[in-house]
């Protein structure tokens, strides 16, 4: 469904292009063929191992790598950008950070914290590597100076979840990875592999907020975020469709996941008839 409208914007780069597939029954195979894409199997764990896989199994020889999801599109302005990129232009630079836009059953969420959102989605191979220690919240790290292109975007519309019952079961199955993620945390298992900082780059600051989530009481903060993301974040003004995927995606989500941590951590206290919903993570 989205594959070729990917492929179809980024034609004009004629960069060596690789798919990493996980069991595509669809027409995924038959486009990448149709393209002359190379492609490589790994079945699905998650999105950062998905990718790490994908950089290490792939011949890549070019200096910098580019990572798309399928459901992502590069608008004509970033194009140009990538079109006029020169290496000498960046010397010292080990990676960039793109402008996305997403899209939720067609309205561009433009509010609520959305937008301007930076993703780094351009390194140097070889330097830029997948963050392991995320579960579901995949992203990039490129250690060393980075940039942000602000101009350009890339857009993100699942088309997929124009259907609200495969975007609450695809949440359902982010939900039990999130748990999980964070019951590893608490255990001391699982560390940041980014340094937090609110006046750092995008991810420093975005590790800066995980931080302050994780030290919030469980239930209470799910409705501590909507609130703020709806109207100090003026969610609020995307309308009908924003808001539905403010309360969806910044509530409903974050309550599963947040009952899905609390029965983990029962498990782990044999004998434990309740958590206090207030106890402190």
Same mark, same amino acid.
């Given at each position: ?19 990493? @597939? ?15 894409? +190379?492609?490589?199997? *790994? ?101 060393? *100076?980075?940039?942000?292109? *602000? ?24 939900? @039990? ?26 991810? +420093? ?32 003004? @995307? ?26 951590i029962k498990q782990q206290i044999p004998g434990k008839s309740h958590i206090d919903f207030n106890q402190e993570i």
């Amino acid at each position: 469904m989205h594959l070729q409208r990917l492929l179809n914007s980024i034609v004009s780069l004629c960069a060596p292009t690789f798919v990493l @597939d996980s069991g595509s029954t669809d027409e995924t195979l038959n486009i990448c063929n149709r393209n002359n894409i +190379q492609v490589a199997f *790994k079945k699905f764990e998650n999105h950062p191992k998905q990718w790490d896989a994908a950089l290490k199994t792939f011949p890549i020889k070019t200096p910098w790598v580019i990572g798309l999801d399928a459901d992502q599109v590069v608008t004509p302005e970033l194009l140009l950008q990538l079109n006029n990129f020169k290496d000498e232009d960046f010397i010292g630079v080990n990676g960039i950070y793109f402008n996305r836009k997403n899209y939720f059953k067609g309205s561009w969420i433009r509010f609520g914290g959305y937008y301007p959102k930076y993703l780094l989605k351009m390194f140097r191979f070889g330097v830029g590597y997948s963050d392991l220690n995320e579960n579901m919240d995949h992203r990039f790290i490129a250690p060393g *100076k980075t940039v942000i292109w *602000k101009h350009g975007h890339i857009l993100e519309e699942n088309l997929k979840e124009n259907n609200i019952s495969f975007w609450i079961e695809k949440h359902n199955k982010y939900s @039990d990875l999130l748990a999980h993620e964070e019951l590893e945390r608490i255990k001391k298992i699982r560390v940041q592999s980014i340094s937090p900082s609110f006046w750092g780059n995008p991810d +420093q600051k975005t590790a800066w907020l995980k931080r302050l989530w994780w030290g919030l009481p469980k239930f209470v903060r799910p409705f501590l975020y909507f609130i703020y993301r709806l109207f100090f974040q003026l969610g609020i003004l @995307d309308g009908k469709t924003g808001i539905l995927f403010h309360f969806l995606q910044g509530f409903w989500f974050r309550i599963i996941v947040d009952v899905k941590l609390n029965e983990l951590i029962k498990q782990q206290i044999p004998g434990k008839s309740h958590i206090d919903f207030n106890q402190e993570i």
